[in-house]
């Protein structure tokens, strides 16, 4: 069975600094898909990037990255330049590529950002 | 349109009680999704319908009935429900349940917060 970790329940950084989120995952399936999901306090799970286990390069949007390690099972969460509306709980999630296949997640990171 | 909208926003309602949670989506994604969320956890998976039929019900009680009228919308009808299951209800729809990328992706709503008294 697929499973989904994050180690880390709290996280703090200070504004426009840089923090990293862990994720691991277990499962035996070659493709599928990596997911971080971000939920503020207004509730809304809002998809922040994704990554294709097919793909080596490690995605990127705007502030924040991925480092994908295929091998090592590890999928963490770069953000850059840290900003106050960044403050929410992160979730890792993954889905296998096989059809019907339903999104897992992991327990989540809340993320603090201080002033 | 790229938004899936949840109504009510915040519900209160007693043990004996009839109410229905809605959700819509215009995206012409033919998966939708109900998850339940409890405070400080991950979101687990409720019912899923794929071209309006249900083809998941993760052993949910039966005092939770969902249903989808057609491709846009998705109910969830509640009655006598108990007080665990105060929740933060979420819907969510993906373009499909099959292999094109898009169907991996999955688009929530802001969710319908659910106290049971």
């Known amino acids: 069975a697929q499973t989904v970790t994050q180690s880390q329940p709290e996280m703090s950084v200070q504004e426009a600094e840089t923090v990293t989120l862990s994720c691991t995952y277990d499962?035996?399936?070659?493709?599928?898909?990596l997911f971080w999901y971000k939920q503020p306090p207004s509730r809304q799970m809002i998809l922040v990037i994704r990554?294709?286990?097919?793909?080596?390069q490690n995605a990127t949007e705007n502030r924040f990255s991925v480092n994908f390690q295929k091998a090592a099972k590890s999928f963490s969460l770069k953000i850059s330049d840290s900003q106050l509306g960044d403050a929410a709980m992160y979730f890792c999630a993954y889905r296998s590529a096989r059809p019907g296949d339903d999104m897992r997640f992991g327990a989540g990171t809340r993320l603090t950002v201080k002033p | 349109d790229t938004e899936v909208t949840q109504t009510p926003k915040h519900l209160v309602m007693g043990m004996t009680n009839k109410k229905s949670l809605k959700c819509e989506q215009h995206m012409g994604h033919r998966a939708m999704y109900w998850y339940k969320q409890k405070a400080k956890k991950p979101p687990e998976l409720m019912f899923v319908?794929?071209?309006?039929?249900?083809?998941i019900n993760e052993s949910v009680p039966s005092r939770f009935s969902p249903e989808c009228p057609n491709s846009s919308l998705l109910n969830l009808h509640l009655h006598a429900l108990q007080p665990e299951d105060s929740a933060l209800y979420l819907c969510?729809?993906?373009?499909?349940?099959?292999?094109?990328?898009?169907?991996?992706?999955?688009?929530f709503g802001a969710g319908s917060r659910l106290t049971v008294l």
């Open positions: 969510a729809s993906s373009q499909d349940r099959g292999t094109l990328s898009g169907a991996n992706v999955l688009t």
């Open positions: 990554q294709e286990a097919y793909k080596q």
């Open positions: 319908y794929s071209y309006e039929k249900l083809s």
């Open positions: 499962t035996s399936e070659s493709d599928y898909y």
